[in-house]
C-alpha cells in the first residue's frame, strides 16, 4: 500500500526558502507520477508541481515558476519540494501526491495517494 508523509513545513519571511519532503512507500517514485498541491483556506486545492514517472519531466503551476523545483531521490524513497524566493500568497497547507489516473493532472481528484500535507506560513 502506498504511503506518503510530509515535512519540512514551518514559517518564514517573504524571500526566504523551504525544502519540504515527502517519505514514499518502498516503489511509488519509480511506479508513479509524483505531484505537490497546496490549500489555503478558503481556496480550492491547486496543483503546484508534478513530476512523470514516464521520463522524468515536470510541470509547474505559473504562480511557482522560476521558484519552485520538484525533484526525487529513488534511492531514499522522497520526494521534494524546494521553494525560493517564497511569498505570502504561497501561504498553505502542501500535500504530496501520488498515482495520476490520467486526465488533468492539475486536479487533485485525478490522484490517488494523498499525505497528511505540512503548513507552510510566509510572512510579510
Known amino acids: 500500500q502506498v504511503q506518503l508523509v510530509e515535512s519540512g513545513g514551518g514559517s518564514v519571511q517573504a524571500g526566504g526558502s523551504l525544502r519540504l519532503s515527502c517519505a514514499a512507500s518502498?516503489?511509488?517514485?519509480?511506479?508513479?507520477?509524483m505531484a505537490w498541491f497546496r490549500q489555503a483556506p478558503g481556496k480550492e486545492r491547486e496543483g503546484v508541481a508534478v513530476i512523470f514517472s514516464a521520463g522524468g519531466g515536470t510541470n509547474y503551476a505559473d504562480s511557482v515558476k522560476g521558484r519552485f523545483v520538484i525533484s526525487q531521490d529513488t534511492a531514499k524513497n522522497t520526494l521534494y519540494l524546494q521553494m525560493d524566493s517564497l511569498k505570502p500568497e504561497d501561504t498553505a497547507m502542501y500535500y504530496c501526491?501520488?498515482?495520476?489516473?490520467?486526465?488533468?493532472?492539475?486536479?487533485?481528484?485525478?490522484?490517488?495517494?494523498w499525505g497528511q500535507g505540512t503548513q507552510v506560513t510566509v510572512s510579510s
Open positions: 501526491a501520488a498515482d495520476w489516473m490520467g486526465g488533468n493532472s492539475w486536479a487533485a481528484t485525478r490522484f490517488r495517494y
Open positions: 518502498r516503489y511509488t517514485l519509480t511506479r508513479y507520477s
